[in-house]
């Protein structure tokens, strides 16, 4: 997948943006295991910020055949697939069943978990599906991509040689 160039940012900002992948990337493995934790919602936030650090990092984890397809939805389709919402909206439903069933909890906090759950259902639900993408247009947009001149460095260049600044003085 072709990025925008990686920004110029400090090989210490580099690294805390990998830390955050890192550990966003560690909950969404949790969630595949725990049906009570979600995984997309943290492989979002681990594309973000490979993205914005080590983009072929990211173009790797494209390549998985589980959070590939998740993340190609988002990325290039601009949504989540039917399927995918209904897996979140379930988890969130049997995370917050189990958390009741299992521990003892005030009414104020069952509560405020009810309309927690609801505010992440409505929020999944309104996302939109992926839209259809034509092959053509793709392969249209790529060339394009190919065809146009490199940019020109953000360097002042003087508007007239130097040899002639010299003279006008």
């Not at 890192?22 to 934790?37: C, K, Y």
């Not at 979600?38 to 681990?46: G, R, Y």
């Not at 947009?141 to 001149?149: H, S």
Request: charged share 15%.
């Amino acid at each position: 997948m072709n990025h925008p160039p990686v920004p110029p940012i400090n090989w210490s900002k580099r690294l805390i943006y990998l830390a955050c992948a890192i550990f966003f990337f560690t909950l969404a493995i949790i969630g595949m295991v725990l049906p009570i934790v979600p995984a997309t919602p943290f492989l979002l936030v681990t594309s973000y910020f490979l993205v914005r650090s080590f983009p072929k990092l990211n173009d790797l984890l494209l390549d998985t055949p589980y959070f590939g397809p998740i993340l190609y939805d988002w990325e290039v389709r601009k949504g989540i697939r039917p399927i995918v919402k209904l897996q979140a909206i379930g988890t969130v439903v049997l995370g917050w069943g189990i958390s009741i069933l299992l521990f003892p909890i005030p009414v104020w906090a069952l509560i405020l978990m009810a309309v927690l759950v609801i505010v992440g259902i409505v929020f999944i639900y309104r996302v939109p599906a992926p839209r259809e993408i034509d092959p053509k247009a793709i392969t249209e947009e790529a060339e394009k991509e190919e065809t146009q001149p490199e940019p020109e460095s953000h360097s002042i260049k003087p508007t007239q040689p130097p040899s002639s600044v010299a003279k006008d003085r």
